[in-house]
């Protein structure tokens, strides 16, 4: 007889655990099916590279979430009974330009003032002019983010009550290029801005992207971005005790074939080997939309077109290619300026502006050029690896679809593209030979891609965070947390607020809610 429970969640990454907590909070009986042998969806750390050295597969630096009143009121524990911990150290990135100069963006914005002044004065003070303007609308732009989405009519008509929503409407309208030329001069300090912004995965001169900019630079400064002590799977881990402490239930190792309909609405899940498992009150997917819908859905009444809507939308504007590096000692950078040797992450990017904006202009090609992100977490870290030995998260943006043979020629050239990243790294280094390297692990954006059939693509923000994917629009205008199935509601980064560890659940779980009768507010307080 099939197990029923009152809502059945399938995917068990840190957005659905975030529904199952508040869930099971409400005194919900809720059950997480998860592919994987553990959860985490991209908040997952492993020993990979060597045993001993904790690597994160996806997720490395928490800067969304730390707003989010999951961690700033602790309201599920998290902190104050689970030991989730983080690290918000004063210089976060280091942009290291290919002429040998480096650029140093900071928590505190004295540091980042006179990391910019290093470059240009005048540039400087326009930073801290565009951050005291920015952090006036910050609170704005954070009430939105960790609840739902109003329709994008509604969110601009919002917007277009103030000055204040003016300005950001503007911004959203722009791209992240668009606003950082207005404001500054100075190549580098452009470089090493939109370097910082393009994280999302997409191109800093795609059109929409200008709101990642106005709420990246006040959230920096006000909140940091924060290093989980143990590895990004560890706020995973938190939550699944949260979740199991309340009450519910986790099936790891147990894939999902298809949600199961009845009478017109959904009521549970079907896994791979045939077993069923039912919920009498809903079902959440933390899949991606281009997954679900029609494929795993059968036998269901879509509205007219909505298939092919899912079908248009599309994924980020590249992926990336990871490698985990257990090491005997960390990364000696030629450039013995002490930042670069102590860093928490440092990031390559050409010198001038042109042949950045061609590196991004080629990896929309197929085509895949070298300027890797190194971060060598154990500076900061310790407990990621053995004592005195250091672990090395390497990775590169990356296409998914190869110019030259497309997403299957990553089985055939993945070895010899890591060992480009290696010899990339080694003309900035000076100990990066294979006598420091004690072990090795790889993930191509194909690899990616089978390890989490959600990130179709190799794409671990599911769907690209352009501005016609976001906010309401996130995935579909009309279709954000609820489905056209009944009881079918969704979660994860196909919805807003999208790509990224930010907690989103917690928006999603609102409109669960709400359709079970259930007071968040009550909840939480």
């Known amino acids: 007889m099939a197990k029923k429970y009152d809502v059945v969640i399938a995917g068990a990454g840190h957005n659905s655990l975030c529904v199952a907590a508040y869930l099971a909070k409400a005194g919900v009986d809720v059950c997480l099916v998860e592919k994987n042998p553990y959860v985490g969806g991209g908040a997952v750390s492993r020993e990979l590279a060597a045993p001993g050295f904790i690597t994160d597969l996806c997720s490395v630096i928490h800067i969304f979430i730390q707003p989010n009143p999951i961690i700033q009121r602790d309201e599920l524990g998290l902190l104050s009974k689970y030991g989730l911990k983080y690290l918000y150290p004063d210089t976060q990135t280091v942009v290291y330009f290919d002429d040998g100069t480096y650029f140093t963006i900071c928590k505190p914005l004295d540091m980042m003032l006179e990391s910019i002044a290093k470059f240009s004065q005048r540039d400087a003070e326009k930073y801290k002019e565009f951050h005291d303007s920015t952090l006036q609308s910050l609170d704005l732009v954070l009430s939105g983010l960790y609840s739902p989405a109003p329709p994008f009519g509604s969110f601009v008509s919002l917007m277009d009550q103030s000055d204040e929503g003016r300005k950001l409407l503007k911004g959203m309208m722009l791209s992240a290029l668009d606003i950082i030329e207005d404001w500054f001069e100075n190549e580098k300090v452009k470089i090493a801005l939109t370097r910082w912004v393009s994280e999302v995965m997409v191109s800093p001169s795609t059109k929409g992207t200008g709101l990642i900019f106005f709420m990246m630079i006040p959230v920096m400064h006000k909140f940091g971005g924060g290093l989980p002590v143990g590895g990004a799977g560890v706020l995973s881990e938190c939550l699944e005790k949260c979740v199991l402490d309340l009450g519910g239930t986790i099936k790891t190792s147990c894939s999902v074939k298809e949600f199961k309909m009845g009478n017109g609405e959904c009521k549970g899940v079907v896994l791979d080997d045939g077993e069923e498992i039912l919920a009498s009150k809903a079902v959440v997917s933390s899949l991606n939309i ?92 310790p407990t990621r690896a053995p004592e005195n030995k250091h672990t090395l998260y390497l990775y590169d943006f990356a296409p998914y679809d190869l110019k030259d043979g497309g997403p299957s020629r990553w089985d055939e050239i993945r070895e010899e593209y890591a060992e480009e990243m290696l010899h990339f790294l080694r003309q900035y280094t000076t100990n990066m030979g294979p006598e420091n390297i004690i072990g090795q692990w790889l993930q191509s954006p194909l690899d990616l891609e089978r390890h989490n059939p959600a990130f179709m693509h190799g794409d671990f923000a599911q769907l690209g965070s352009q501005l016609d994917q976001m906010i309401g629009n996130r995935p579909l205008s009309g279709w954000n947390y609820r489905t056209p199935v009944e009881k079918l509601f969704m979660c994860g980064p196909s919805t807003h607020p999208g790509c990224g560890v930010t907690g989103g659940g917690r928006a999603a779980v609102q409109v669960v809610m709400e359709d079970l009768g259930i007071d968040f507010e009550k909840v939480i307080a």
């Open 290 to 381: 281009k997954q679900v819908f029609p494929d795993m859905i059968q036998d269901a009444s879509l509205p007219e077109g909505f298939v092919d809507r899912v079908k248009q939308l599309r994924f980020s504007d590249f992926q990336c290619f990871l490698q985990g590096l257990a090491l005997h000692e960390p990364p000696a950078y030629v450039n013995d300026g002490k930042e670069l040797n102590e860093v928490l992450c440092v990031e390559f990017a050409p010198s001038n502006l042109e042949d950045y904006l061609r590196y991004f202009h080629d990896l929309g090609f197929g085509l895949a050029p070298h300027n890797p992100f190194v971060s060598c977490l154990t500076l900061l870290d």
